[in-house]
T-cell receptor, first 114, second 111 residues
Framework: ETGVTQSPTHLIKTRGQQVTLRCSSQSGHNTVSWYQQALGQGPQFIFQYYREEENGRGNFPPRFSGLQFPNYSSELNVNALELDDSALYLC?????????????FGQGTRLTVV | RKEVEQDPGPFNVPEGATVAFNCTYSNSASQSFFWYRQDCRKEPKLLMSVYSSGNEDGRFTAQLNRASQYISLLIRDSKLSDSATYLCVVSPYNQGGKLIFGQGTELSVKP
């Protein structure tokens, strides 16, 4: 196991609602990234947090937001949910900011929007 | 054009076969390269990093051609347990470790 845990594992929400997904990073890791994986696709980068600040963002609208806490755990918030937001959301933690460290993924949160 | 493109698959091979996955990337400033493996409904896991000189780990060989912006993964003597989706991954220079994934190629090894 990677030591990266995500909660909840599954979630069903209604279109227009808001959702918060949580991630506890591996001990000693200071960087957390979030990815969205639609069925049959590779994961897509949402954003990354390093030392509690956003450090890079992918092509996702502002209704996708996040936080990183002093203990390096993280939250992903999605407002005004749309049907297309249904996907597996993956959190990855790593130690080094500049991409030289291996990223360890959590098991993911499977979000279904109905 | 997608930033990372892979063979669409799926690949269906018998046990013991050799199978090759190909991947191209569009950003010449890419710094690091990886192959990840993802089992059905699980998280991706790092299979191996890919270096310019090529590298091997048991039955797995990865190669990188920076001039052609091409990455490959060769699996020899396929096992049933190799059945999974293989993701080609690129990390651009100076973008904080952001990973760009290909869409993945599904491999099914049959007895």
């Amino acid at each position: 196991e990677t030591g990266v845990t995500q909660s909840p594992t599954h979630l069903i929400k209604t279109r227009g609602q808001q959702v918060t997904l949580r991630c506890s990073s591996q001990s000693g890791h200071n960087t957390v990234s979030w990815y969205q994986q639609a069925l049959g696709q590779g994961p897509q980068f949402i954003f990354q947090y390093y030392r509690e600040e956003e450090n890079g963002r992918g092509n996702f609208p502002p209704r996708f937001s996040g936080l990183q806490f002093p203990n390096y755990s993280s939250e992903l918030n999605v407002n005004a949910l749309e049907l297309d937001d249904s996907a597996l959301y993956l959190c990855a933690s790593s130690l080094v900011q500049q991409g030289m460290g291996e990223a360890f993924f959590g098991q993911g949160t499977r979000l279904t929007v109905v | 054009r997608k930033e990372v493109e892979q063979d669409p698959g799926p690949f269906n091979v018998p046990e013991g076969a050799t199978v090759a996955f190909n991947c191209t990337y569009s950003n010449s400033a890419s710094q690091s390269f990886f192959w990840y493996r993802q089992d059905c409904r699980k998280e991706p896991k790092l299979l191996m990093s890919v270096y310019s000189s090529g590298n091997e780990d048991g039955r797995f060989t990865a190669q990188l051609n920076r001039a052609s912006q091409y990455i490959s993964l060769l699996i020899r003597d396929s096992k049933l347990s190799d059945s999974a989706t293989y993701l080609c991954v690129v990390s651009p220079y100076n973008q904080g470790g952001k990973l760009i994934f290909g869409q993945g190629t599904e491999l099914s090894v049959k007895p």
